[in-house]
């Protein structure tokens, strides 16, 4: 019923900059939280930001200072813009949102495929 796509990975150098971007699209009412999480190799996904629909953001410890996430409500969009990039910022980042697809719907958690982000010299 909703999906999300990813897009702006790719290959940087170290202290270079990225920008991720995700669209949402399908049967949506509304959508609550969105979020990137990323996955490293042999490595557990975890919580990279977050943004509530009132636009309200937390960071992983790891990325604050460095990682900005925004969005727009209007076009169901998320971005994550990454800047300062380090070689231990190397995973598949995936985009997460909240949706909720009838007034009366709990919010289902939904995940796009993943892009990867690679940061080296």
């Known amino acids: 019923q909703v999906q999300l796509v990813e897009s702006g990975g790719g290959l940087v150098q170290p202290g270079g900059s990225l920008r991720l971007s995700c669209a949402a699209s399908g049967i949506i009412f509304r959508i609550n939280s969105m979020a990137w999480y990323r996955q490293a190799p042999g490595k557990e996904r975890e919580l990279v930001a977050t943004v509530t629909s009132g636009g309200s953001t937390n960071y992983a410890d790891s990325v604050k200072g460095r990682f900005t996430i925004s969005r727009d409500s209007a076009k169901n969009t998320v971005h994550l813009q990454l800047n300062s990039l380090k070689p231990e910022d190397t995973a598949a980042y995936y985009c997460?949102?909240?949706?909720?697809?009838?007034?009366?719907?709990?919010?289902?958690?939904?995940w796009g495929q993943g892009t990867q982000v690679t940061v080296s010299s």
């Open positions: 997460n949102a909240a949706v909720r697809s009838t007034y009366w719907q709990n919010p289902i958690d939904y």
